[in-house]
């Protein structure tokens, strides 16, 4: 018998809602808030490296707080709940920080000050939400739960490209901060809410308690560990892009509206990526995955470093819907890979492993890309083709990781012979 018992459809539509609101804040802040506000700030020569630096302080303590809070809220009970709390907690130190940013004049202490703490308690949030799946869906549902979570990880990116592209585009960045403002507050009101009553303690497993154990089977576990050191390599030549997307429109294809700009190229390579995993979802069930967690990142490859030698928009959109289709698809097929090449009875734990390995990769990458444009003399086409250039090597040497250590290329040549 399921210890929990069945949920709505517009239960688990309550319950994931949470996903559209962070998802929003994440890719505005990422890739329109920041780099515009700094433009504004600094002079251009200092603009990459700052954005570099403060970007990877924001995701690092992301973590750190993300981490800490599912490993509080494992071992807690309130008379509000076991997750509500921190859920909560979090969402109200993000509404805070902007309110902040709102209503204070603008500077550059304020901009680093505001996008620590929303780092911070939107991962406080994060932390306490993600394992909910657990806590109170039953097993047979959690597929339908994790697509839906998807759902709205989907939209929330969509509505943050769209609404505060067009926003700034046309300067407006208060009415864009409010919109986020709401969006966070009703998609937390919603989850807190639906999962009233039912956010109790159960007798799950302690994350902190075997942390270390775990930690120690990955030597033993020869494919996820370089399934991990693959994963790494490859967010590396990813992750960082998005922050520096809207200075390349601005200063090496010339496109003035660049915020506009990042708006479409989001909009456009999301629905096409979004298209193509329904796709690829269904080909990797009849042909299997190892073939697409292979060739995905080195299509990747390639279309990074062909975009080191592009000069106009149109060409950018067909070469970033590449990326977008490549990098989408391993990432959504990597999480269920790893799931068939780790040891029975400690799956999920060895899958919060493997999102340390992107949590790290995605705050090293903007560090090292503002490091690589400020050494090379910051927004030139010269610069951000050594950028792209470094980039594709990164996925370059996750894609061999892959062929050499952790999928079968044998078998993989027989299937497709």
Known sequence: MDKHSRKSLRYIFGMNSIFLGNNYLWISFESLFLPYLIELILPVNLQS?????????????????????GIITDNFQSKI??????????????????????TIKISFILVVSV???????????????????????????????????????????????????????????????????????????????????EDVRTNADRFLKHFSRIFKKITNVKRF?????????IILGSSGLTFFEFYYFRYVLDLKDSAIYVAIAGLVILAISAVSTVFIGILSDKIGKEIFILVFPLIGGISI????????????????????????????????????IVPGGNPGKFMALFSMSTGLGSAISPLIYGLILFLLKNQSRVAYGKLFEISSIFFFIGFILIFFRVVNARNILKKQM
């Open 49 to 69: 490296i700052y954005l570099g630096v403060i970007a990877f302080s924001g995701i690092i303590l992301g973590i750190l707080f993300n981490l800490l809070s």
């Open 225 to 233: 560990k370089w399934m991990f050191i693959s994963n790494f390599f």
């Open 115 to 197: 996008y620590i703490l929303i780092e911070i308690g939107s991962n406080i949030a994060y932390g306490s939400y993600l394992p909910l799946i657990r806590d109170v869906i039953p097993d047979y549902q959690r597929g339908a739960s994790s697509g839906i979570s998807g759902f709205f990880t989907l939209v929330g990116t969509a509505a943050g490209f769209g609404i505060s592209g067009l926003l700034l585009g046309i300067n407006q960045l208060i009415p864009a901060v409010i919109v986020i403002i709401v969006a966070i507050a009703i998609s937390t009101a919603t989850t807190v809410n639906t999962i009233k009553g």
């Open 305 to 340: 470093f062909m975009i080191a030698y592009i000069n106009n928009f149109y060409t950018f959109l067909v070469l970033g819907s590449l990326i977008g289709i490549s990098f989408g698809n391993y990432f959504s097929l990597s999480n269920s890979f790893i799931s068939y």
């Open 81 to 102: 709940g076991r997750r509500r709390p921190m859920i909560l907690l979090g969402s109200i130190i993000t509404l805070i920080s902007l309110l902040l940013f709102i």
